[in-house]
C-alpha cells in the first residue's frame, strides 16, 4: 500500500515528467484532476439474468437514433456498469422502435483510441 500512495503522490506532484515519460508528450498545461469518479445512476430499460448462461441480457428500447451521449458510447458504459456489478456475461441488444435508415442503428462496434466494444 506505501508503494501505491508513493506513486500516486509522484503523479500528482510531476504530472509534466509523468506525461513525458508515459506518453513522450512536452507540455505546460496540465491540470491535477480530483481522482473521485462519480457516476451518476443510469437506468437500463431491461436486465434479465440467464442462469443456464449465467450472463446478463441487456436490451435497450431506442424510438430515435441520436441519442446524449452518443448510442454506442452508452451501450460501453452499461458494459462497464453491469461487469463491475455482476461480474459475467454480458450481451446487449438495442431494440430500434421505429424505423429508421440512420447510420447509428446499424453500428455494431464503438471504437474510440484504443477501446473497441462490441
Known sequence: MAYDNTCKYIA??????IARWLLSVETGDIQVLKTELNLEPIRADSLTFLRVLSSILHIEFQTLPSSTPPLP???LDYWVRLKRL??????????FLKETTSEVAFTE???EGSTTHQ
Open 12 to 17: 500528482e506532484k510531476y504530472p509534466q515528467d
Open 109 to 111: 462496434i464503438y471504437r
Open 86 to 95: 455482476y461480474n459475467c456475461d454480458v450481451e446487449q441488444v438495442v431494440i
Open 73 to 75: 458510447f452508452r451501450m
